[in-house]
Protein backbone atom coordinates (compact mmCIF):
# COMPACT_ATOMS: atom_id res chain seq x y z
CA UNK A 1 0.00 0.00 0.00
CA UNK A 2 2.91 2.25 0.59
CA UNK A 3 4.59 1.39 -2.34
CA UNK A 4 1.02 2.75 -4.28
CA UNK A 5 1.39 5.89 -2.49
CA UNK A 6 4.61 6.40 -3.14
CA UNK A 7 4.10 5.69 -7.19
CA UNK A 8 0.91 7.62 -6.92
CA UNK A 9 2.82 10.62 -5.29
CA UNK A 10 5.45 10.22 -7.83
CA UNK A 11 2.58 10.29 -10.72
CA UNK A 12 0.73 13.29 -9.23
CA UNK A 13 4.81 14.95 -9.32
CA UNK A 14 5.12 14.40 -12.66
CA UNK A 15 1.83 15.54 -13.90
CA UNK A 16 2.45 18.99 -12.08
CA UNK A 17 6.06 19.22 -13.69
CA UNK A 18 4.67 18.59 -17.01
CA UNK A 19 1.91 21.50 -16.54
CA UNK A 20 4.45 24.01 -15.59
CA UNK A 21 6.96 22.96 -18.70
CA UNK A 22 3.91 23.23 -20.67
CA UNK A 23 2.83 26.97 -19.09
CA UNK A 24 6.88 27.79 -20.27
CA UNK A 25 6.46 26.28 -23.46
CA UNK A 26 3.52 28.22 -23.81
CA UNK A 27 5.31 31.64 -22.11
CA UNK A 28 8.07 31.31 -24.73
CA UNK A 29 5.59 30.82 -27.88
CA UNK A 30 3.97 33.75 -26.79
CA UNK A 31 7.03 35.91 -26.54
CA UNK A 32 7.88 34.26 -30.13
CA UNK A 33 4.34 35.67 -30.88
CA UNK A 34 4.61 39.84 -29.79
CA UNK A 35 7.78 40.16 -31.63
CA UNK A 36 6.40 38.47 -35.08
CA UNK A 37 3.67 40.23 -34.52
CA UNK A 38 5.37 43.77 -33.89
CA UNK A 39 7.45 42.90 -37.18
CA UNK A 40 4.59 42.39 -39.08
CA UNK A 41 3.22 46.17 -38.00
CA UNK A 42 6.55 47.82 -38.90
CA UNK A 43 7.72 48.12 -35.69
CA UNK A 44 11.13 46.71 -35.03
CA UNK A 45 12.29 49.72 -33.86
CA UNK A 46 10.30 49.99 -30.56
CA UNK A 47 11.30 45.75 -30.15
CA UNK A 48 14.89 46.69 -29.32
CA UNK A 49 13.93 48.73 -25.93
CA UNK A 50 11.50 46.34 -24.52
CA UNK A 51 14.05 43.47 -23.14
CA UNK A 52 12.31 40.54 -24.59
CA UNK A 53 15.66 39.00 -25.41
CA UNK A 54 16.62 39.22 -22.22
CA UNK A 55 13.64 37.73 -21.05
CA UNK A 56 13.10 35.18 -23.73
CA UNK A 57 16.87 33.87 -22.32
CA UNK A 58 16.01 33.82 -18.84
CA UNK A 59 12.15 31.50 -19.84
CA UNK A 60 14.69 29.31 -21.43
CA UNK A 61 17.04 28.57 -18.54
CA UNK A 62 14.58 28.39 -16.52
CA UNK A 63 12.80 25.52 -18.63
CA UNK A 64 16.33 23.96 -18.77
CA UNK A 65 16.33 23.93 -15.06
CA UNK A 66 12.98 22.26 -14.28
CA UNK A 67 13.42 19.94 -17.13
CA UNK A 68 16.98 18.64 -15.52
CA UNK A 69 14.63 18.44 -12.09
CA UNK A 70 11.95 16.30 -14.20
CA UNK A 71 14.78 14.32 -15.79
CA UNK A 72 16.18 13.06 -12.36
CA UNK A 73 14.26 10.51 -10.68
CA UNK A 74 15.15 11.16 -7.29
CA UNK A 75 14.57 14.85 -7.44
CA UNK A 76 11.00 14.09 -7.74
CA UNK A 77 11.29 13.07 -4.53
CA UNK A 78 12.85 15.97 -3.10
CA UNK A 79 10.90 19.17 -4.50
CA UNK A 80 8.00 20.02 -3.23
CA UNK A 81 4.18 19.67 -4.36
CA UNK A 82 4.01 23.88 -3.68
CA UNK A 83 6.86 24.49 -5.83
CA UNK A 84 5.54 22.65 -8.56
CA UNK A 85 1.62 24.21 -8.49
CA UNK A 86 3.33 28.01 -7.41
CA UNK A 87 3.53 30.57 -10.13
CA UNK A 88 7.61 31.68 -10.71
CA UNK A 89 8.26 35.01 -11.29
CA UNK A 90 9.22 35.01 -14.43
CA UNK A 91 5.20 33.39 -14.96
CA UNK A 92 3.72 36.60 -12.85
CA UNK A 93 5.47 39.35 -14.92
CA UNK A 94 4.59 37.74 -18.16
CA UNK A 95 1.05 37.61 -16.98
CA UNK A 96 1.12 41.31 -16.05
CA UNK A 97 2.60 42.15 -18.74
CA UNK A 98 -0.51 40.77 -20.84
CA UNK A 99 -3.10 42.11 -18.90
CA UNK A 100 -1.84 45.76 -17.58
CA UNK A 101 -0.57 45.97 -21.28
CA UNK A 102 0.71 49.42 -23.27
CA UNK A 103 4.28 47.10 -22.68
CA UNK A 104 7.49 49.56 -22.25
CA UNK A 105 9.69 47.11 -20.50
CA UNK A 106 9.67 43.25 -19.31
CA UNK A 107 12.79 42.45 -17.07
CA UNK A 108 12.66 39.43 -15.02
CA UNK A 109 15.96 39.81 -13.14
CA UNK A 110 17.35 43.76 -13.16
CA UNK A 111 18.51 44.78 -9.93
CA UNK A 112 16.86 47.64 -8.82
CA UNK A 113 14.92 48.45 -11.79
CA UNK A 114 11.16 48.07 -12.20
CA UNK A 115 10.73 44.18 -13.39
CA UNK A 116 7.47 45.93 -15.73
CA UNK A 117 7.41 48.79 -17.25
CA UNK A 118 3.57 49.47 -18.44
CA UNK A 119 0.42 51.80 -19.45
CA UNK A 120 3.13 54.03 -22.20
CA UNK A 121 4.89 54.01 -18.88
CA UNK A 122 2.22 55.02 -16.20
CA UNK A 123 2.86 51.44 -14.26
CA UNK A 124 5.80 50.14 -13.07
CA UNK A 125 5.65 46.92 -11.53
CA UNK A 126 7.96 44.89 -8.76
CA UNK A 127 6.83 41.45 -8.34
CA UNK A 128 8.18 39.76 -4.93
CA UNK A 129 8.10 36.33 -4.84
CA UNK A 130 8.79 35.65 -1.00
CA UNK A 131 7.19 33.77 1.47
CA UNK A 132 5.40 34.28 4.66
CA UNK A 133 8.27 32.53 6.52
CA UNK A 134 11.00 33.74 4.51
CA UNK A 135 9.74 37.53 4.98
CA UNK A 136 8.60 36.82 8.89
CA UNK A 137 12.79 36.11 9.41
CA UNK A 138 13.45 38.84 7.66
CA UNK A 139 11.48 40.97 9.57
CA UNK A 140 12.84 38.97 13.10
CA UNK A 141 16.54 39.93 11.09
CA UNK A 142 15.72 43.49 11.63
CA UNK A 143 14.85 43.23 15.58
CA UNK A 144 11.11 44.83 14.84
CA UNK A 145 8.82 44.84 17.10
CA UNK A 146 5.07 45.75 16.66
CA UNK A 147 3.79 48.23 18.47
CA UNK A 148 2.16 48.75 21.58
CA UNK A 149 -1.61 48.23 20.89
CA UNK A 150 -2.81 50.20 23.76
CA UNK A 151 -0.72 53.63 22.29
CA UNK A 152 -2.78 56.33 22.60
CA UNK A 153 -0.82 57.44 19.52
CA UNK A 154 -3.12 57.91 16.38
CA UNK A 155 -2.96 54.57 13.83
CA UNK A 156 -1.47 57.02 11.39
CA UNK A 157 1.08 57.34 14.11
CA UNK A 158 1.43 53.79 14.71
CA UNK A 159 1.83 52.71 11.37
CA UNK A 160 4.77 55.30 10.95
CA UNK A 161 6.48 54.13 14.43
CA UNK A 162 6.44 50.51 12.48
CA UNK A 163 7.60 51.51 8.78
CA UNK A 164 10.76 53.28 10.39
CA UNK A 165 12.07 49.94 12.07
CA UNK A 166 11.42 48.32 8.83
CA UNK A 167 13.70 51.07 6.75
CA UNK A 168 16.47 48.29 6.02
CA UNK A 169 14.22 45.41 4.79
CA UNK A 170 15.40 44.62 1.63
CA UNK A 171 12.25 44.32 -0.26
CA UNK A 172 11.17 47.74 1.11
CA UNK A 173 14.50 49.04 -0.10
CA UNK A 174 13.97 48.16 -3.24
CA UNK A 175 10.40 49.79 -3.49
CA UNK A 176 11.62 53.07 -2.14
CA UNK A 177 14.87 53.25 -4.61
CA UNK A 178 12.10 52.72 -7.40
CA UNK A 179 9.97 55.70 -6.14
CA UNK A 180 13.25 57.65 -5.82
CA UNK A 181 14.22 56.76 -9.75
CA UNK A 182 10.26 57.02 -10.78
CA UNK A 183 9.98 61.11 -8.92
CA UNK A 184 10.96 63.30 -12.05
CA UNK A 185 9.70 60.67 -14.97
CA UNK A 186 6.27 62.59 -15.46
CA UNK A 187 3.85 60.96 -17.62
CA UNK A 188 1.59 63.15 -18.91
CA UNK A 189 2.10 65.55 -16.32
CA UNK A 190 1.94 62.59 -13.32
CA UNK A 191 4.05 60.91 -11.80
CA UNK A 192 3.75 56.52 -12.75
CA UNK A 193 2.75 54.88 -10.25
CA UNK A 194 4.51 51.66 -8.52
CA UNK A 195 2.50 48.54 -8.32
CA UNK A 196 4.00 45.83 -6.05
CA UNK A 197 2.65 41.99 -6.92
CA UNK A 198 3.17 39.72 -3.72
CA UNK A 199 1.42 36.32 -4.16
CA UNK A 200 3.12 34.66 -1.57
CA UNK A 201 1.70 36.94 1.27
CA UNK A 202 -2.07 37.33 2.54
CA UNK A 203 -2.75 40.33 4.74
CA UNK A 204 -3.87 39.69 8.25
CA UNK A 205 -2.53 37.07 9.20
CA UNK A 206 0.84 38.23 11.22
CA UNK A 207 1.15 41.82 12.52
CA UNK A 208 5.07 41.23 11.47
CA UNK A 209 3.45 40.87 7.38
CA UNK A 210 0.66 43.56 7.96
CA UNK A 211 3.39 46.12 8.98
CA UNK A 212 5.78 45.24 6.12
CA UNK A 213 2.54 46.17 3.88
CA UNK A 214 1.85 49.29 5.43
CA UNK A 215 5.12 50.34 4.74
CA UNK A 216 5.01 49.87 1.03
CA UNK A 217 1.91 51.61 0.67
CA UNK A 218 3.23 54.61 3.06
CA UNK A 219 6.19 54.47 0.27
CA UNK A 220 4.05 55.64 -2.55
CA UNK A 221 2.86 51.53 -3.56
CA UNK A 222 -0.06 50.05 -4.56
CA UNK A 223 -0.11 46.47 -3.35
CA UNK A 224 -1.44 42.80 -5.03
CA UNK A 225 -1.86 39.84 -3.28
CA UNK A 226 -3.28 36.72 -4.90
CA UNK A 227 -1.87 35.73 -8.48
CA UNK A 228 -3.78 32.94 -9.59
CA UNK A 229 -6.10 35.04 -11.19
CA UNK A 230 -3.82 37.02 -12.68
CA UNK A 231 -1.63 33.83 -14.35
CA UNK A 232 -4.72 31.49 -14.85
CA UNK A 233 -6.51 34.12 -17.34
CA UNK A 234 -6.60 31.88 -20.94
CA UNK A 235 -6.09 35.45 -22.68
CA UNK A 236 -4.56 34.46 -25.79
CA UNK A 237 -1.78 36.75 -27.30
CA UNK A 238 -4.00 37.46 -30.20
CA UNK A 239 -6.26 38.57 -28.34
CA UNK A 240 -4.74 40.76 -25.69
CA UNK A 241 -1.46 42.06 -28.45
CA UNK A 242 -3.68 45.22 -29.07
CA UNK A 243 -3.91 46.40 -25.48
CA UNK A 244 0.19 44.82 -24.67
CA UNK A 245 1.66 46.88 -27.79
CA UNK A 246 -0.50 50.12 -27.53
CA UNK A 247 1.21 53.31 -27.49
CA UNK A 248 0.74 56.04 -25.67
CA UNK A 249 -1.36 58.61 -27.61
CA UNK A 250 -3.37 61.99 -26.40
CA UNK A 251 -6.94 62.50 -26.29
CA UNK A 252 -7.57 63.28 -30.22
CA UNK A 253 -9.92 66.17 -30.33
CA UNK A 254 -12.80 66.29 -32.81
CA UNK A 255 -10.82 69.42 -34.40
CA UNK A 256 -6.97 69.05 -34.37
CA UNK A 257 -4.65 72.10 -34.09
CA UNK A 258 -1.38 72.01 -36.77
CA UNK A 259 1.78 73.29 -36.26
CA UNK A 260 4.22 73.97 -39.15
CA UNK A 261 6.17 71.08 -38.95
CA UNK A 262 2.87 68.67 -39.68
CA UNK A 263 2.14 71.25 -42.37
CA UNK A 264 5.65 71.06 -43.61
CA UNK A 265 5.06 67.12 -43.77
CA UNK A 266 1.74 67.45 -45.72
CA UNK A 267 2.55 69.83 -48.62
CA UNK A 268 6.36 68.32 -48.79
CA UNK A 269 7.68 67.07 -52.53
CA UNK A 270 9.29 64.17 -50.25
CA UNK A 271 5.82 62.94 -48.66
CA UNK A 272 4.16 63.58 -52.39
CA UNK A 273 6.80 62.62 -54.91
CA UNK A 274 8.32 58.75 -55.85
CA UNK A 275 11.91 58.55 -54.14
CA UNK A 276 13.61 57.48 -57.44
CA UNK A 277 12.20 60.89 -59.60
CA UNK A 278 13.16 62.70 -56.43
CA UNK A 279 16.99 61.30 -56.68
CA UNK A 280 17.30 61.43 -60.09
CA UNK A 281 15.67 65.44 -59.97
CA UNK A 282 18.70 66.02 -57.21
CA UNK A 283 21.71 63.74 -58.75
CA UNK A 284 24.75 65.80 -58.38
CA UNK A 285 22.95 68.61 -56.75
CA UNK A 286 25.32 70.99 -54.73
CA UNK A 287 24.62 71.09 -50.93
CA UNK A 288 21.98 68.34 -50.64
CA UNK A 289 21.87 67.80 -47.11
CA UNK A 290 22.45 64.27 -45.50
CA UNK A 291 18.99 64.98 -43.45
CA UNK A 292 17.25 65.56 -46.90
CA UNK A 293 18.80 62.19 -48.68
CA UNK A 294 17.55 60.34 -45.32
CA UNK A 295 14.48 61.27 -45.21
CA UNK A 296 13.77 60.17 -49.07
CA UNK A 297 15.17 56.58 -48.21
CA UNK A 298 13.13 56.61 -45.16
CA UNK A 299 9.91 57.59 -47.03
CA UNK A 300 11.22 54.96 -49.63
CA UNK A 301 10.67 52.60 -47.17
CA UNK A 302 7.69 53.78 -44.99
CA UNK A 303 6.09 56.73 -46.74
CA UNK A 304 4.58 59.18 -43.61
CA UNK A 305 1.52 60.60 -44.72
CA UNK A 306 -0.64 57.18 -45.33
CA UNK A 307 1.23 55.16 -42.92
CA UNK A 308 0.35 57.67 -39.97
CA UNK A 309 -0.50 61.47 -40.71
CA UNK A 310 -3.36 60.43 -42.56
CA UNK A 311 -5.16 57.67 -40.33
CA UNK A 312 -4.13 60.71 -37.47
CA UNK A 313 -5.82 63.74 -39.43
CA UNK A 314 -8.20 61.85 -41.04
CA UNK A 315 -12.08 62.74 -40.43
CA UNK A 316 -11.31 65.48 -38.05
CA UNK A 317 -11.39 69.10 -38.54
CA UNK A 318 -8.34 70.42 -39.26
CA UNK A 319 -7.40 74.44 -37.55
CA UNK A 320 -3.91 76.55 -38.23
CA UNK A 321 -3.72 80.09 -36.36
CA UNK A 322 -3.03 82.52 -38.45
CA UNK A 323 0.71 83.78 -37.06
CA UNK A 324 1.45 79.57 -37.82
CA UNK A 325 -0.32 79.79 -41.59
CA UNK A 326 1.80 83.10 -41.84
CA UNK A 327 5.13 81.93 -40.78
CA UNK A 328 4.51 78.39 -42.79
CA UNK A 329 3.54 80.28 -46.29
CA UNK A 330 6.72 82.54 -45.64
CA UNK A 331 8.91 79.55 -45.29
CA UNK A 332 7.04 77.76 -48.54
CA UNK A 333 7.11 80.60 -50.38
CA UNK A 334 11.11 81.35 -50.27
CA UNK A 335 12.20 77.88 -49.09
CA UNK A 336 10.13 75.58 -50.97
CA UNK A 337 9.79 74.04 -54.72
CA UNK A 338 7.22 75.01 -56.92
CA UNK A 339 4.73 72.38 -56.87
CA UNK A 340 5.40 72.66 -52.75
CA UNK A 341 4.03 76.06 -52.85
CA UNK A 342 0.67 74.98 -55.15
CA UNK A 343 0.03 72.61 -52.19
CA UNK A 344 0.21 75.02 -49.57
CA UNK A 345 -2.25 77.44 -52.07
CA UNK A 346 -4.53 74.20 -52.37
CA UNK A 347 -4.22 72.99 -48.59
CA UNK A 348 -4.78 76.50 -47.13
CA UNK A 349 -6.76 78.13 -49.01
CA UNK A 350 -10.46 78.71 -50.03
CA UNK A 351 -11.13 75.70 -52.75
CA UNK A 352 -13.74 73.26 -52.02
CA UNK A 353 -13.07 70.36 -50.84
CA UNK A 354 -13.59 67.73 -53.62
CA UNK A 355 -11.50 69.90 -55.79
CA UNK A 356 -8.68 70.03 -52.91
CA UNK A 357 -8.33 66.24 -53.03
CA UNK A 358 -9.02 66.03 -56.82
CA UNK A 359 -6.06 68.03 -57.46
CA UNK A 360 -4.04 66.86 -54.75
CA UNK A 361 -4.65 62.90 -56.18
CA UNK A 362 -3.01 63.97 -59.57
CA UNK A 363 0.14 65.36 -57.74
CA UNK A 364 0.85 62.84 -55.53
CA UNK A 365 2.18 58.95 -55.26
CA UNK A 366 -0.08 58.35 -52.82
CA UNK A 367 -4.12 58.52 -52.60
CA UNK A 368 -4.97 60.95 -50.73
CA UNK A 369 -8.20 60.17 -48.55
CA UNK A 370 -11.64 62.25 -48.74
CA UNK A 371 -11.62 61.69 -44.92
CA UNK A 372 -8.93 64.29 -45.04
CA UNK A 373 -10.72 67.69 -44.53
CA UNK A 374 -9.35 70.34 -47.10
CA UNK A 375 -9.05 73.50 -46.96
CA UNK A 376 -6.96 73.39 -43.41
CA UNK A 377 -8.97 76.34 -41.65
CA UNK A 378 -7.07 79.55 -40.44
CA UNK A 379 -8.15 80.79 -36.95
CA UNK A 380 -7.66 83.56 -34.42
CA UNK A 381 -4.61 83.35 -32.77
CA UNK A 382 -4.83 83.54 -28.99
CA UNK A 383 -5.15 86.64 -27.20
CA UNK A 384 -2.64 86.66 -24.40
CA UNK A 385 -4.59 88.74 -21.89
CA UNK A 386 -7.05 86.23 -21.28
CA UNK A 387 -4.15 83.22 -20.52
CA UNK A 388 -4.37 81.97 -17.05
CA UNK A 389 -1.43 83.00 -14.90
CA UNK A 390 0.13 79.46 -15.75
CA UNK A 391 -0.50 80.12 -19.47
CA UNK A 392 1.40 83.69 -19.04
CA UNK A 393 4.23 81.97 -17.18
CA UNK A 394 4.96 78.98 -20.24
CA UNK A 395 3.91 81.44 -22.83
CA UNK A 396 7.09 83.69 -22.28
CA UNK A 397 9.37 80.98 -22.53
CA UNK A 398 8.58 79.84 -25.03
CA UNK A 399 10.55 80.88 -28.24
CA UNK A 400 9.40 81.70 -31.69
CA UNK A 401 5.71 83.24 -32.30
CA UNK A 402 4.17 80.65 -34.65
CA UNK A 403 5.66 78.00 -31.52
CA UNK A 404 3.69 80.49 -28.94
CA UNK A 405 0.60 80.83 -31.32
CA UNK A 406 0.34 77.47 -32.26
CA UNK A 407 0.90 75.78 -28.33
CA UNK A 408 -1.20 78.54 -26.69
CA UNK A 409 -4.44 78.47 -28.85
CA UNK A 410 -4.36 74.54 -28.37
CA UNK A 411 -4.15 74.45 -25.08
CA UNK A 412 -7.01 77.42 -24.66
CA UNK A 413 -8.98 75.45 -26.78
CA UNK A 414 -8.97 72.24 -25.26
CA UNK A 415 -7.72 70.99 -28.89
CA UNK A 416 -5.20 68.60 -29.26
CA UNK A 417 -1.98 69.78 -31.43
CA UNK A 418 -0.20 67.63 -33.68
CA UNK A 419 3.62 68.41 -34.51
CA UNK A 420 7.03 66.88 -34.97
CA UNK A 421 8.56 69.77 -33.26
CA UNK A 422 10.08 67.43 -30.13
CA UNK A 423 12.27 69.71 -28.89
CA UNK A 424 9.29 72.59 -28.32
CA UNK A 425 6.96 70.11 -27.21
CA UNK A 426 9.66 68.67 -24.16
CA UNK A 427 10.75 72.28 -23.09
CA UNK A 428 6.57 73.04 -22.49
CA UNK A 429 6.29 70.12 -20.59
CA UNK A 430 9.18 71.13 -18.93
CA UNK A 431 7.78 74.49 -17.94
CA UNK A 432 3.99 73.49 -17.17
CA UNK A 433 5.81 71.69 -14.15
CA UNK A 434 7.61 74.10 -13.46
CA UNK A 435 5.47 76.64 -12.66
CA UNK A 436 2.03 74.59 -12.26
CA UNK A 437 1.13 75.02 -8.60
CA UNK A 438 -1.57 72.36 -8.39
CA UNK A 439 -2.17 69.55 -10.77
CA UNK A 440 -2.95 71.19 -13.57
CA UNK A 441 -2.35 69.70 -16.97
CA UNK A 442 -0.64 70.95 -19.94
CA UNK A 443 -2.38 70.81 -23.80
CA UNK A 444 -2.74 67.31 -25.02
CA UNK A 445 -0.09 67.34 -27.76
CA UNK A 446 0.50 64.20 -30.57
CA UNK A 447 4.07 64.14 -31.28
CA UNK A 448 5.29 62.49 -34.90
CA UNK A 449 8.70 60.40 -34.27
CA UNK A 450 9.36 61.57 -37.91
CA UNK A 451 9.41 64.81 -39.72
CA UNK A 452 9.92 65.92 -43.59
CA UNK A 453 11.30 69.17 -44.91
CA UNK A 454 10.68 71.30 -47.79
CA UNK A 455 12.62 69.97 -50.59
CA UNK A 456 14.83 72.89 -51.62
CA UNK A 457 15.58 73.33 -47.78
CA UNK A 458 19.32 74.20 -47.96
CA UNK A 459 20.54 74.33 -44.10
CA UNK A 460 22.92 76.83 -44.25
CA UNK A 461 20.20 79.10 -45.30
CA UNK A 462 17.34 78.33 -42.95
CA UNK A 463 18.42 80.10 -40.00
CA UNK A 464 15.35 82.76 -40.10
CA UNK A 465 12.78 83.18 -41.95
CA UNK A 466 10.38 86.28 -41.27
CA UNK A 467 12.09 86.69 -37.90
CA UNK A 468 12.03 83.40 -36.17
CA UNK A 469 13.67 80.23 -36.59
CA UNK A 470 12.91 77.65 -39.27
CA UNK A 471 12.08 74.39 -37.46
CA UNK A 472 15.39 72.45 -35.98
CA UNK A 473 17.94 70.21 -37.67
CA UNK A 474 15.84 67.01 -38.32
CA UNK A 475 18.72 64.77 -37.70
CA UNK A 476 19.15 66.03 -34.67
CA UNK A 477 15.50 65.93 -33.41
CA UNK A 478 14.84 62.47 -35.32
CA UNK A 479 17.70 60.81 -32.75
CA UNK A 480 16.73 62.82 -29.48
CA UNK A 481 13.77 60.81 -29.95
CA UNK A 482 15.35 57.81 -29.37
CA UNK A 483 17.95 58.45 -26.95
CA UNK A 484 15.55 60.32 -24.45
CA UNK A 485 13.90 58.03 -21.96
CA UNK A 486 10.15 59.00 -23.32
CA UNK A 487 10.88 56.88 -26.62
CA UNK A 488 13.58 54.48 -25.57
CA UNK A 489 11.37 51.89 -24.99
CA UNK A 490 14.07 50.79 -22.05
CA UNK A 491 15.41 51.50 -18.32
CA UNK A 492 18.27 51.04 -17.20
CA UNK A 493 18.97 48.88 -14.27
CA UNK A 494 21.07 50.73 -12.09
Not at 146 to 172: F, Y
Request: glycine share 6%; proline share 4%; hydrophobic share 35%.
Amino acid sequence: MADDDQVSKAASKAALMAAKLSRYQQMLNEVDEFERRMLEADRKAELIGLGLVAFRKQVKTEMKVLKKIFSIERSEQSISRSSLTSRTKTEIVWAAAKRYGGLVSVKSQNGGGADLITQQRRLWVLVFPITESRLLLEVAKQGWTAPNSDSEDSDTEKQGTAAAGLVDLPLLRRVRKLTDKTKDRYVDYALPQIHCIMPGLTPGKHPEIDAVISAVQQAGATVEFASEDLVSSPNRLGDVFPRMSAQRSPRMTDTLNLDCTTLFALVSDISHSKSEDLMEKLFGRMGLSKEISGQILTESKKPLLPSTIYPWLANRRLVCTEETAKHFRETVNIMGTGSEQVRTDWMVGHKAHAEIIGHLNTKSKDVVPLSMRYPIEVVSDPVPETFSPLMKAVAAQINGAANRSTLMYGWQSGLTTVTANYRVTKQLESLVLKYRTDGTRGPEILVSRVCRSLLSKEKKNLTNVGGQAVPWDEKDSFDEFFQDEEFAGSEDSS
